[in-house]
């Protein structure tokens, strides 16, 4: 059972104060899952995604990294691995003008891939596929009709409880997600990946840093303040590999 309570600074210039929404912890509900709904019914960006049609809060983070460095343009292939639930293909299909809505704006695809069923969204296509099966790389490119202009990932390995064993996955997770960037993106293109702070990510920053222009590590505004989670953003890759290897 929820209940209201007045708090923080007023929403208006006329002193109107808040309310914050308490949850009772429920008879076989766990105290953490009481404080994980406390925080999805207090949180800004959940009541935006809901007001604003998007499938999740993460919809913002993506809006937010975009408008920093300006990757998701008119005209731009797009593919989202690990797509579920779909937010993130909604922001990109409105950003490269997917739909052909924009006037005078050439007109970008998308892809998402996910080893799930994801429910429909226009302008996106929507693949079942595990990107890292033999033969994936080929299959993306027919789809999008050649070589993309951005991959991008915020996908997480299931959680285990154990933070570093956590952090190991999700490192492995992107890794793999650049490798397939590698194969698959055009030239000064963009590979943009959730990972956790936790010092193992020495190796993929030194493969991006290797086949990029420039690479950022971001935490938007929208990621939770308690969340280890951040974004590596690799932009201007190079299709010919310059360092020597491979």
């Known amino acids: 059972m929820a209940k209201h309570r007045s708090g923080g600074r007023g929403s208006s210039g006329r002193g109107q104060r808040e309310l914050r929404v308490r949850v009772r912890t429920a008879r076989g509900r766990r105290p953490s899952s009481t404080r994980w709904l406390e925080r999805q019914l207090n949180d800004p960006y959940v009541k935006r995604a809901r007001a604003e049609g998007y499938r999740g809060r993460a919809a913002y983070k993506l809006i937010e990294l975009d408008e920093r460095f300006g990757f998701l343009r008119p005209g731009a292939r797009v593919l989202d691995l690990g797509c579920a639930p779909g937010g993130w293909l909604q922001v990109a299909v409105r950003q490269v003008n997917a739909l052909g809505t924009r006037a005078g704006k050439p007109r970008g695809r998308v892809l998402g891939i996910d080893l799930q069923e994801v429910a429909p969204v226009p302008g996106a296509e929507v693949r079942r596929l595990d990107f890292m ?17 951005v991959v991008m990932s915020d996908m997480a390995a299931a959680a285990s409880g154990h933070r570093q064993t956590d952090h190991l996955r999700i490192i492995a997770l992107c890794e ?40 950022a590590n971001v935490k938007p505004p929208a990621s939770r303040s308690d969340s280890a989670e951040r974004y590596v953003v690799a932009t201007g890759f190079r299709a010919a590999h310059e360092d020597g290897a491979g």
Do not use: C, H, S, Y
């Open 133 to 149: 099966a033999e033969g994936a790389d080929d299959m993306i490119k027919a789809w999008l009709g050649g070589r993309i202009d």
């Open 176 to 215: 793999a997600a650049a490798e397939l960037a590698f194969e698959v993106l055009e030239e000064g293109g963009t590979f943009l990946a959730k990972v956790l702070a936790g010092g193992a990510e020495g190796t993929l920053q030194k493969r991006l840093k290797q086949r990029f222009r420039k690479v």
